[in-house]
């Protein structure tokens, strides 16, 4: 079964860097696309990046496009969010989420399939 | 950028409800509307996508129907493990927008 398990969270002082792993199991990790999307406290989910299926091509919200940078490892099945020139407002659990579209003559469809659990992210002095 | 509005925000409704909740588009985005439950501590589920395909797994019970700027999703007949925030998104243009959320809890 499709697994998506975030790491790399933690405590980080404003302006300091820190990385995100997402390691995916269950499926061909090279054929889709992947996301992370995040979601502060007590708040609605955010869409962070999207990295295309064999990583040359990267897209971001304007909110963290210049600092944040989203990478895959094909051979390792795991994608990546370097995270830099943090803020408090990227405080957030973070979720790494397998893109999912189809189309049709009428519809291009696509959606956030599978997600991981997600890992946390304080930063904080 | 694409707003997405939900309404109720939150949603007090008992075990055998039918129930709906409303998502309203900024502006016209086909039907590349999706909806997702979420529980406390746990990552987004993906109960419709496309406006109204159920995703493969999901009960029979959750529906979703809307085009352009306006859609819903209905429960059925609430289960207890129904109570949940659901959110919807839409895969129309990037960025990719959710609304703010509706949380669905016991009467």
């Known amino acids: 079964q499709v697994q998506l398990v975030e790491s790399g969270g933690g405590v980080v002082q404003p302006g300091r860097s820190l990385r995100l792993s997402c390691a995916a199991s269950?499926?061909?990790?090279?054929?889709?696309?992947m996301h992370w999307v995040r979601q502060a406290p007590g708040k609605g989910l955010e869409w962070v990046a999207l990295?295309?299926?064999?990583?040359?091509?990267?897209v971001y919200a304007d909110s963290v496009r210049g600092r944040f940078t989203v990478s895959r490892d094909n051979s390792e099945n795991t994608m990546y969010l370097q995270m830099n020139s943090l803020r408090a407002d990227d405080t957030a659990v973070y979720y790494c989420?397998?893109?999912?579209?189809?189309?049709?003559?009428?519809?291009?469809?696509?959606?956030?399939?599978?997600w991981g659990q997600g890992t946390l992210v304080t930063v904080s002095s | 950028d694409i707003q997405m509005t939900q309404f109720p925000s939150s949603l007090s409704a008992s075990v055998g409800d039918r129930v709906t909740i409303t998502c309203r588009a900024s502006?016209?985005?086909?039907?590349?509307l999706n909806w997702y439950q979420q529980k406390p501590g746990k990552g987004p589920k993906l109960l419709i996508h496309?406006?109204?395909s159920l995703q493969s797994g999901v009960p029979s019970r959750f529906s979703g129907s809307g085009s352009g700027t306006d859609f819903t999703l209905t429960i059925s007949s609430l289960q207890p493990e129904d109570f949940a925030t659901y959110s919807c998104?839409?895969?129309?243009?990037?960025?990719?927008?959710f609304g703010q959320g509706t949380k669905l809890e016991i009467k």
């Open positions: 990295i295309w299926y064999d990583g040359r091509n990267e």
């Open positions: 989420a397998r893109d999912a579209r189809y189309g049709s003559a009428t519809l291009n469809a696509e959606y956030f399939e599978h």
């Open positions: 998104q839409q895969s129309y243009s990037t960025p990719y927008t």
């Open positions: 502006q016209s985005i086909s039907s590349n």
């Open positions: 496309a406006a109204s």
């Open positions: 269950g499926f061909t990790f090279s054929s889709y696309g």
